[in-house]
């Protein structure tokens, strides 16, 4: 990073406000495992989640403070007591806590929801701060909704809070209602009027319901702000947060605009935002910024042609520093563990001996059923050998096999074989429209609660007609919103299916049971 480039600290939220986002839970293992990747990337702060929420949260934020280290870790409370107590019960081991206390401050949040006066919002706005400070040094005040709240009182909140003891005061978006130009004029009013806004920190926490976060959050840096609150592939509550991904690379590929930097470490994004996917079951879109599968490609000849002669015709920053193969390298089943253990870690992956050999067991097994082993697959075979599913906990299913009988005018049939804790379930279903129907069936039979197909859909990872399929469900219970995603890969299609089935009903009951 060049140092006379100013620096703005990353403030990560996929842990807390990404994992809201519609069947992106995770457990204590996944959220451990995505932490220990955020500081590699290089993150400043990691928020791990909002302890008072639930025991599940409150563990994971510990389990999270004891072993970070390199980031800060966060806590999320309101401005109650009892909120910023937990908060710090769960925090107290981290090398660099930070408590992060929130309290509405717009017209709307005061009238319907707190039903309190500015003064009074005021007095509960110092009074959560000062109690967080006198557990740790570092503090965080967001005044919620602050991109609707009339500015004469957001300058009064600010300046209260700040003189509480507040080292960061976030502006958060937390609708997504505001747009580049508002944002600015805000950061700006504030820098203006607060007369001790030079003690803290000026953050923001951008949403993406009008598709504005990322470019809100650098109208916000530009403005002056020095903290921006983002998530691994935008996750979060509705349409998302800013992207993490997004928003590091525009400061990045433009220094020359903005004249700011962050100390990520930009190779690690597209690992980073793979485990993510993985963990959470939420497919990254083809045409994603940055980390998408389409985000480097080109089809149109004149731009193949372009790219050919000088890549920078066509492309504003390289595949290879985010975190992408220069190459697509086709390896195949004559290749050997030398030339796997090269594309993987041009992949940005780094295995142990024990785990390369894992790997090439594994791709020798996809090369006997596929032609040509392409970077999606071997992707997949090492998000399965170092993601969690040797972590899972027992109340997890796993597939052994299945047998399948469909076709027209014939009545599908399937039976399953799953194991838990050593021991083997067999299951039998038939009927209904088609074979995936009747594995949803059968699996209805191995949980002892009602389980609803929200959503199905399969594609391939790769050309050929060999190429593995990858397959995602969506499942709901009944008397919840809340939606379990599931993911999985296959030359089989229909193992695809039948795997992202268990995966999903492997995440409601590791909720039910706290796992």
Not at 123 to 134: D, I, L, M, P, T
Request: aromatic letters at 6%; one cysteine or more.
């Amino acid at each position: 990073m060049d140092e006379s480039n100013r620096k703005i600290v990353i403030f990560d939220t996929t842990l807390r406000d990404g994992e809201q986002s519609p069947g992106a839970s995770m457990n204590l293992q996944e959220k451990v495992q995505v932490a220990e990747a955020l500081v590699e990337l290089g993150v400043d702060v990691i928020e791990a989640g909002f302890p008072i929420a639930s025991p599940g949260d409150f563990e994971s934020v510990r389990e999270i403070a004891r072993v970070v280290k390199g980031s800060t870790v966060c806590g999320l409370a309101r401005c109650v007591n009892a909120d910023i107590d937990r908060a710090w019960e769960s925090l107290k081991e981290a090398e660099d806590p930070r408590i992060h206390v929130f309290l509405a401050t717009s017209a709307i949040h005061r009238e319907f929801k707190l039903r309190m006066t500015q003064e009074e919002i005021i007095a509960r706005a110092v009074a959560g701060v000062e109690r967080a400070k006198g557990y740790c040094a570092n503090v965080e005040f967001s005044p919620e909704d602050a991109c609707r709240t009339e500015i004469d009182f957001l300058c009064k909140v600010v300046e209260a809070t700040i003189a509480a003891g507040a080292t960061t005061v976030n502006i958060p978006d937390t609708v997504g209602y505001t747009t580049p130009v508002e944002m600015t004029k805000r950061i700006r009013t504030l820098i203006e009027r607060v007369p001790n806004i030079d003690k803290a920190i000026i953050s923001v926490h951008c949403h993406n319901d009008l598709g504005m976060a990322v470019a809100n959050s650098l109208a916000a840096v530009a403005a002056g702000a020095g903290q921006i609150e983002c998530a691994i592939n935008g996750l979060g509550e509705r349409a998302g947060n800013c992207s993490l991904e997004e928003v590091v690379m525009a400061m990045r590929t433009r220094r020359d605009l903005f004249k700011v930097d962050s100390r990520v470490v930009s190779q690690k994004l597209v690992p980073t935002s793979r485990l993510v996917s993985k963990v959470t079951g939420l497919k990254v879109p083809r045409n994603k910024a940055i980390v998408g599968q389409n985000a480097f490609a080109h089809e149109s000849g004149v731009h193949q042609d372009g790219v050919l002669k000088e890549r920078t015709t066509y492309e504003i920053m390289s595949a290879e520093s985010v975190g992408f193969a220069k190459n697509d390298l086709v390896l195949g089943k004559h290749s050997g563990r030398a030339a796997l253990a090269d594309r993987v870690k041009s992949l940005g992956f780094d295995l142990s001996k024990e785990r390369l050999d894992e790997a090439f067991d594994a791709f020798k097994r996809l090369a006997d059923l596929k032609k040509e082993v392409y970077d999606a697959d071997i992707i997949e075979i090492v998000d399965e050998i170092t993601g969690v599913k040797d972590r899972r906990p027992e109340v997890d299913w796993s597939y052994v096999s299945y047998d399948l009988k469909s076709g027209v005018g014939e009545e599908p049939s399937v039976k399953i074989v799953l194991s838990r804790g050593g021991e083997e379930r067999v299951v039998e279903a038939k009927g209904g429209n088609g074979p995936v129907r009747a594995m949803f069936d059968a699996i209805q039979k191995v949980v002892d609660f009602p389980i609803v197909l929200k959503e199905f859909k399969i594609e391939a990872m790769s050309g050929g007609s060999d190429a593995q399929g990858d397959a995602s469900a969506a499942i709901g219970v009944p008397n919840s919103t809340k939606t379990y995603l599931g993911r999985a890969a296959s030359t089989d299609v229909f193992e695809a299916a039948l795997k992202a089935l268990v995966d999903a009903v492997n995440r409601v009951e590791r909720e039910r049971v706290g796992a």
